[in-house]
């Protein structure tokens, strides 16, 4: 599976964004996604995650929505009301559903895309 970010962008507080990552390869539909940001001189951190349900990191609770379109073979990221703080560099990374693994570890994923950067000016 290849994963390709896209969709970040330089916006204000309170604006909104939808990053998407466009996966070619195999059957999408089959693997988990999830979306992870790493700000500068911060470790990576997972924000969300989708299969057959989502989960999110408490931080984005309320304001992030992820998506996806299998017959498209994306997944997408819908950020609302953006902080300062949602400043990151965010990847998209994928793994098959045989797998029983964490949804917020790093090293529970197979393959990873490039990154996006989303930037949030106060």
């Known amino acids: 599976v290849q994963l390709q970010a896209s969709g970040g962008g330089l916006v204000q507080a309170g604006d909104s964004l939808r990053p998407s990552c466009a996966a070619s390869g195999r059957a999408f539909s089959n693997y988990v996604v999830g979306w992870f940001r790493q700000a500068p001189g911060k470790g990576r951190e997972f924000v969300a995650g989708i299969s057959w349900s989502t989960r999110y990191a408490d931080f984005v609770k309320g304001r992030f929505t992820i998506s996806r379109d299998n017959a498209k073979n994306t997944v997408y990221l819908s950020m609302d009301s953006l902080k300062p703080e949602d400043t990151a560099v965010y990847y998209c990374?994928?793994?098959?559903?045989?797998?029983?693994?964490?949804?917020?570890?790093?090293?529970?994923?197979?393959?990873w895309g490039q990154g996006t950067q989303v930037t949030v000016s106060s």
């Open positions: 990374a994928a793994r098959s559903m045989v797998y029983s693994r964490s949804w917020f570890l790093e090293g529970s994923y197979d393959y």
